[in-house]
């Protein structure tokens, strides 16, 4: 079993930055492929962003440019670092952990683990 848990939320203002970290449990971390998800209210969760063991990393083109993910192996974390926010990024953000080493995924049923999510509001 991973344990996933993602901090870092909070309100920030349009135009702002946020950085996000996810820590997840195991052994095994620098072989896990990582990645951040988001829910709105009444919407599906979308994805946000992925890394895999290489640090091989792929976004939506919404989102390219103003999201960068980032690992630390030795501490077990990944972090979203998201800039230029907007209202419209105002979400659950979620992490999904794929214990195993693959190419960087973007379909929320290739994670095995969850966090609990972390909530981002972005004001105008």
């Known amino acids: 079993q991973v344990q996933v848990v993602e901090s870092g939320g909070g309100v920030v203002q349009a135009g702002g930055s946020l950085r996000l970290s996810c820590t997840a449990s195991g ?12 829910r709105t209210p009444g919407k ?9 063991w290489s ?10 440019g103003r999201f960068t993910i980032s690992r630390d192996d030795a501490k077990n974390t990944v972090f979203l670092r998201m800039d230029r ?3 419209g990024d105002t979400a659950v953000y979620f992490c999904g952990a794929r214990p195993f080493r693959s190419d960087p995924l973007d379909r929320e049923r290739s994670y095995t683990y969850w966090g609990q999510g972390t909530q981002v509001t972005v004001s105008s």
């Open 44 to 52: 599906e969760r979308e994805f946000v962003a992925t890394i895999n």
């Open 85 to 87: 926010l907007e209202p």
């Open 55 to 64: 640090g091989s990393a792929m976004y939506p083109g919404s989102l390219k």
């Open 27 to 38: 052994r095994t971390f620098d072989d896990y492929t990582m990645g951040w998800f988001r």
